[in-house]
């Protein structure tokens, strides 16, 4: 790492041309370092604020000021009352669609990949390298390439349009990325503990339960975030597989703000937009440290 | 019975996985390529063969030739934007400031956020009427235009400037983490000799951080080919179809236009993308280790 300013000598005279130029370049620095972070954030702040603002307001515009008369309106508005489709009942629904959805895949795929990873790196036979290639090859495939087939066989199975289908369907493809991050995490595990226990008698599922799984936590939380985040956020198996009332948030947020009917409330749109953001961002908020991990070794999955 | 299932439990655990995988994976894409090769419509159907004639007509379809290179043209700018800002901020944030990890959320956080959301949030900024141009006008400068989002020759950079805002923070962090795992030593005997601190990344540390290039070119190019919310929620494909994609696409093919055929085709093709990506990259991973 370098330090554009590490030598900074304290002279009688209080400011040296070479100090001078310090203090200017770690000015300047900081002044980039605002600009980018203005860009970052000014979004979420235009969104927060204009989902507090009448509409009279917004068409007057300024964009960046604060509500003169902030209002909890659009919130309401957004949660219960908009009409999405030819339901006027706001996001509220399909917030639980969502829920109900993303929480059972979650659990079911993390559950499997850790599984997977655990049999693959710790009790490794002939063929297992080539297995979990197999499996991990998933993570790069775009999914466009499978979503016929998958609309023919939730309709064989009657759970088109379903949220068990939607489950189903992200716990299968939830596989790969999971059973990698599981598999890479384990392989650090100390073989002789493995070892240890086999010789005293214990079983595939006991050492999982009873000594691997107590040693993980950092990646047990890396992959729940990783995979809610996805799944809470996908757009494509949703927009595929589901029906109006099924749909998740996604779905529904689409729907709301790219609906051609009706005069535009942008107000209720940044508060239904915040509300569709809310849960993963507030995993941000809560877990960064995680969802980074987690991000790089997903960033392949996209 | 019991040793046989305790010594192949392994085996025993992995078989699900990899029966779901091999049918909803590998079986599919197969039937996805079977699908290519016939007339179906609204259903996939195998009794009317036609060869390559799907393929044969993507090629000669106007929609498609602009999805196509609108891929190249909005990866293209997508890449060099993300990895040349990403890497200037890693190289900013790199310079032992204050609080730092304020800095560093706050470039990240839009990655937790969906590409619908990132779309509507920008579609919001870009609006003619009350986005970003109406506030520039209001500050005095009223021959500002901003019109990315109506203008067919500039709508590309709409899809830009929003999938930059998502993904730089994963491109920063990455080369952040490269940054930090290079020897201090070099920052030193580089300080010694008197040599400028620009003069030390162009010449010494970018050069070395060649393998964090890879890893991000590889992981943004997945993520163009696959890039369908973002397009959806921002643009809809539009003005008419000027900012469509591959992904764009195939959906439409496949979901509204009930041309079940020349979806599969445009899906086959958008396979053959990710592999041509893929191969190379694997192949020289696996030569680069062994």
Known sequence: MPALTNALPRRSGWLTPRRRKAILTRGFLYFLLVIVAAFFAGPLYILLSTSFKTMPEIQSGGLMTLPHEPTVQPWITAWGEACIGITCGGLKGYFGNSMVMTIPAVLISVMIGAINGYALAKWPFPGARFVFAALVAGNFVPFQVVLAPVAVTLRTLGLFGSVEGLILIHVIYGIPITTMLFRNFFLSVPNDLIKAARIDGAGFFWIFFRIVLPLSPSVIVVALILQFTGIWNDFLFAVSFSNPSSAPMTVALNNLVNSNFGVKEYNVHMAATVIAAAPTLILYILLGRYFLRGMTAGAVKG | ?290
Request: charged fraction near 10%.
């Open chain 2, 1 to 290: 019975m019991r040793r046989f299932l305790q010594r192949h439990m392994s085996q025993i655990a992995l078989s699900p996985s990899l029966a779901l995988i091999a049918i909803f994976l590998y079986g599919f894409i197969a039937y996805t390529a079977a699908v290519s090769t016939t007339n179906s419509k609204a259903f996939p159907r195998f009794d009317n063969f036609v060869g390559l004639e799907q393929y044969w007509r993507l090629l000669h379809t106007p929609r498609w030739h602009v999805a196509f290179t609108n891929m190249f043209l909005f990866g293209g700018l997508f890449l060099l934007v993300t990895i040349s800002l990403g890497l200037v901020i890693a190289i900013l944030i790199d310079q032992r400031i204050r609080a730092e990890s304020f800095f560093r959320s706050i470039v990240m956080y839009p990655m937790a956020m969906s590409f619908v959301v990132t779309g509507i949030i920008w579609q919001w900024l870009l609006n003619p009427t009350l986005g970003i141009e109406v506030m520039v006008h209001q500050l005095g400068f009223t021959s500002f235009r901003l019109d990315w989002l109506t203008n067919p020759d500039t709508v590309i950079w709409a899809l830009v400037v929003a999938a930059f805002w998502q993904g730089c923070g994963l491109v920063m962090a990455l080369f952040l983490a490269g940054l930090r795992g290079i020897d201090e030593d070099i920052w030193k005997a580089a300080a010694i000799d008197g040599i400028p601190a620009w003069r030390v990344y162009v010449f010494i540390v970018i050069p070395m951080l060649a393998p964090v290039f890879l890893t991000v070119v590889v992981l943004l190019a997945l993520s163009i080919v696959r890039s369908f919310d973002l397009v959806v929620a921002l643009t809809n494909g539009g003005p008419g179809v000027s900012s469509d994609l591959p992904s764009v696409f195939m959906f439409d093919m496949a979901f509204r236009r009930t041309n079940l055929g020349l979806s599969a085709a445009s899906a086959v093709v958008m396979l053959g993308t990710v592999l041509a990506i893929l191969i190379p990259y694997l192949y020289a991973e696996t030569r680069e280790r062994a």
